[in-house]
């Protein structure tokens, strides 16, 4: 039973990782420019999941965070510094809908990893009534 608690809690280390990864494009939705100033907007990033706990038991665990492919957003606002010369301003790949979503289904996903956490628990606190 305890390697059941070991399979959650690696669903939940990878569930909050996912959850982390959300909040930080969530939080740079709206940046056009790198760190070192550099005029390109930020791009999202998406986590993907592998089976395994990464030592080869169950589980599950972050395989990559990687960098979203598809083409940045323009906006016309000629008065934005990041501009180019016909007034269109890069933005992030980020959709906070999608965003929004997706924090929905990692956190579901947390719940029910902390609910399996507790049936076992339950199961295991019966076992030793059971034993007593």
Same mark, same amino acid.
């Given at each position: 039973?305890?390697?059941?608690?070991?399979?959650?809690?690696?669903?939940?280390?990878?569930?909050?990782?996912?959850?982390?990864?959300?909040?930080?494009?969530?939080?740079?939705?709206?940046? !056009? +420019?790198?760190?070192? %100033?550099? @005029?390109?907007?930020?791009? *999202?990033?998406? $986590?993907?999941?592998?089976?395994?706990?990464?030592?080869?038991?169950?589980?599950?665990?972050?395989?990559?965070?990687?960098?979203?492919?598809?083409?940045?957003? !323009? +906006?016309?606002?000629? %008065?934005? @510094?990041?501009?180019?010369? *016909?007034?269109? $301003?890069?933005?992030?790949?980020?959709?906070?809908?999608?965003?929004?979503?997706?924090?929905?289904?990692?956190?579901?996903?947390?719940?029910?990893?902390?609910?399996?956490?507790?049936?076992?628990?339950?199961?295991?606190?019966?076992?030793?009534?059971?034993?007593?």
């Amino acid at each position: 039973m305890i390697r059941a608690l070991d399979i959650s809690s690696s669903a939940l280390t990878a569930q909050r990782t996912r959850l982390d990864v959300i909040a930080s494009n969530i939080a740079n939705a709206e940046v !056009t +420019r790198q760190e070192d %100033g550099t @005029p390109v907007p930020y791009r *999202r990033r998406l $986590v993907t999941f592998t089976s395994g706990d990464g030592n080869g038991g169950p589980g599950v665990h972050v395989d990559a965070v990687q960098l979203d492919p598809s083409p940045f957003q !323009t +906006r016309y606002d000629p %008065g934005h @510094p990041d501009a180019d010369t *016909r007034g269109y $301003v890069q933005l992030p790949n980020v959709s906070l809908t999608m965003e929004y979503v997706d924090a929905l289904v990692a956190s579901r996903a947390y719940e029910a990893n902390v609910a399996m956490m507790n049936v076992t628990r339950n199961m295991v606190q019966q076992a030793i009534r059971a034993l007593a």
